[in-house]
């Protein structure tokens, strides 16, 4: 159980092109799903809570116009990342707090490339 | 300071060795430690947690936790070449708030 995936996996573009990355629980139900960014050789860096419902809560010094958080269902997160420069380029993860003990669950993560 | 702070290493040992990985936390709050494992190119997976202080084993991993020395630790024994990965800690006042080390880049040598 507790099975996060993302889509897609990959994905490059162009610089001042949006891109939209998905974040599914698949087998359970979350109100509160995180998203994190994590540069080469570095750790994860949390982005944002996305939460059903509501708006989404951003940490300090992350843009909220430029990553842009829709919780739209209760299995369902989307990150999209507006007019994307090559400085964005990272690989991005999401989780989902799951289980008993409501201990985070990451997805496989989605490595992006802006050209 | 940072809240955590984890040697990235890189880690080299033997199949077969112990490894220790550790690492120190400055936010007496925590009370949820837990270890995650990544594969190169792949999500962290949870490895371990333990809630507040003492030992927790599972298999060949035990994870201890210090909480006087504010100090965390994973155990690997009898090391094999498949858990070459990056170990990352993740300390947090709850289990929804974690901060993670920055990890430990282990590599087992058959």
């Known amino acids: 159980g507790a099975v996060v995936s993302q889509h897609p996996s990959r994905v490059i573009c162009k610089s001042g092109t949006s891109v939209k990355i998905e974040c599914r629980s698949l087998?359970?139900?979350?109100?509160?799903m995180f998203w994190y960014r994590q540069f080469p050789k570095q750790s994860l860096m949390l982005m944002a809570t996305?939460?059903?419902?509501?708006?989404?809560?951003?940490e300090q010094g992350v843009e909220k116009d430029k990553f842009l958080i829709n919780h739209a269902s209760l299995t369902l997160s989307t990150l999209t990342v507006t007019s994307a420069h090559p400085e964005d380029s990272s690989f991005y993860i999401c989780?989902?707090?799951?289980?008993?003990?409501?201990?985070?669950?990451f997805g496989p993560g989605t490595r992006l490339l802006v050209l | 300071q940072k809240e955590v702070e984890q040697d990235p290493g890189p880690l080299s040992v033997p199949e077969g060795a112990i490894v220790s990985l550790n690492c120190t936390y400055s936010?007496?709050?925590?009370?949820?430690f837990m270890w995650y494992r990544q594969y190169s190119r792949k999500g962290p997976e949870l490895l371990m947690y333990?809630?507040?202080?003492g030992n927790k084993e599972d298999g060949r991993f035990t994870a201890q936790v210090d909480k006087s020395s504010k100090y965390i630790s994973l155990f690997i024994r009898d090391s094999q070449p498949s858990d070459s990965a990056t170990y990352l800690c993740?300390?947090?006042?709850?289990?929804?708030?974690?901060?993670f080390g920055q990890g430990t880049r282990l590599t087992i040598n058959p």
């Open positions: 936010n007496s709050a925590f009370q949820y």
């Open positions: 989780s989902a707090p799951g289980g008993a003990m409501e201990t985070q669950y």
């Open positions: 993740a300390p947090g006042r709850g289990a929804q708030k974690l901060v």
């Open positions: 996305s939460n059903e419902g509501s708006k989404a809560t951003y």
């Open positions: 333990t809630y507040s202080s």
């Open positions: 087998d359970f139900q979350a109100t509160t």
